[in-house]
């Protein structure tokens, strides 16, 4: 299928690293692909990072991916796991900057938000709105919710990145003619 757009998203893990890939076709996604990198075989936390990087290295060649969205990650109670977590999302990063593909970082609040309306919805509820929105059959879903929290990272960017433009603001009717002086004759 040719499409307009192509968004990989990746919702980061150091255990389970899931990825989504959403073809947009005028204003209409749908899921080409997700699926999950599972980490957990590799003892050594570097060699898990040089794995994240071959995998979304070869899913970005693939599937040639137009901009990246990747969940941000959120501070939680262990500093280690924060920092582990930060170094896999830096890698799955510099993957996609080493194909030139620009990057947006979501945070899961949004995300959650942009999909089911509520930023505090659990994961469970995130895949069965992405299923509905994009005609995603049940047998088609994976055990492992990162591959639909990473599907819903490139459906909140292309919502996103669809929204209307905000309207600049201006001090006064004097700042909006100086800054619009092609609108006043």
């Not at 959403?22 to 997700?34: C, E, H, T, Y």
């Not at 899913?59 to 969940?71: G, K, T």
């Not at 709105?129 to 599907?151: G, Q, V, Y």
Request: net charge positive; aromatic share 8%.
């Amino acid at each position: 299928m040719d499409y307009d757009k192509i968004i990989i998203g990746i919702d980061p893990g150091t255990n389970v690293m899931g990825y989504g890939i959403l073809g947009v076709r005028g204003k209409d996604p749908s899921m080409i692909a997700m699926g999950v990198i599972k980490l957990d075989k590799f003892e050594s936390h570097y060699m898990r990072l040089g794995r994240i990087y071959e995998r979304v290295l070869s899913l970005v060649e693939q599937y040639l991916p137009d901009e990246m969205a990747i969940e941000a990650p959120f501070f939680g109670k262990n500093v280690q796991s924060m920092l582990k977590l930060g170094r896999a999302q830096g890698v799955a990063i510099a993957a996609a900057l080493a194909r030139q593909v620009p990057i947006h970082e979501y945070e899961p609040r949004k995300i959650k938000q942009a999909i089911t309306g509520n930023g505090n919805a659990a994961k469970e509820q995130v895949q069965e709105m992405l299923r509905r929105i994009l005609s995603i059959p049940k047998e088609n879903l994976l055990p492992e919710l990162d591959a639909t929290d990473a599907l819903a990272a490139a459906l909140c960017h292309h919502y996103e990145s669809n929204k209307p433009e905000v309207a600049k603001s201006y001090k006064s009717w004097k700042d909006f003619i100086a800054k619009n002086p092609d609108r006043v004759k």
